[in-house]
């Protein structure tokens, strides 16, 4: 069973930027694992961010353009860049792990994923 930690939130201004990291206590190399990225904001349900599955990377439209998830195979560790943030973007940040996925696989819905960290805040302040 892989464990997840996430590190690297905190609180940041609008406009400023984190990285977010994501250690794994197994390998997690992007040759059998996808590893991606959640949030979830007091009152509201968890929703996807980005993710990477093999060299596709897949975000949220809320996000696109701002955010780059990447991973480093021989630290076994996946990396969330957020940049140009927003107030909107706070929230516990959560990273996820599954096994290389194809077309059918819904890659947006929480439940599709077993393998979760415990989480990192992120505070935007206006």
């Known amino acids: 069973q892989v464990q997840l930690v996430e590190s690297g939130g905190g609180v940041v201004q609008a406009g400023g930027s984190l990285r977010l990291s994501c250690a794994a206590s197994?390998?997690?190399?992007?040759?059998?694992?996808?590893v991606g990225w959640f949030r979830q904001s007091p009152g509201k349900e968890r929703e996807f961010v980005a993710i990477l599955n093999w060299n596709d990377r897949y975000y949220a439209d809320s996000v696109k353009g701002r955010f780059t998830i990447s991973g480093d195979n021989g630290k076994d560790t996946a990396y969330l860049q957020m940049n140009s943030l927003k107030p909107e973007d706070t929230g516990v940040y959560y990273c996820?792990?599954?096994?290389?996925?194809?077309?059918?696989?819904?890659?947006?819905?929480?439940?599709?994923?077993?393998?979760w960290g415990q989480g990192t805040q992120v505070t935007v302040s206006s």
């Open positions: 996820v792990a599954t096994p290389l996925f194809t077309g059918s696989f819904d890659y947006v819905r929480a439940a599709s994923y077993d393998t």
């Open positions: 197994t390998r997690t190399s992007r040759y059998y694992y996808a």
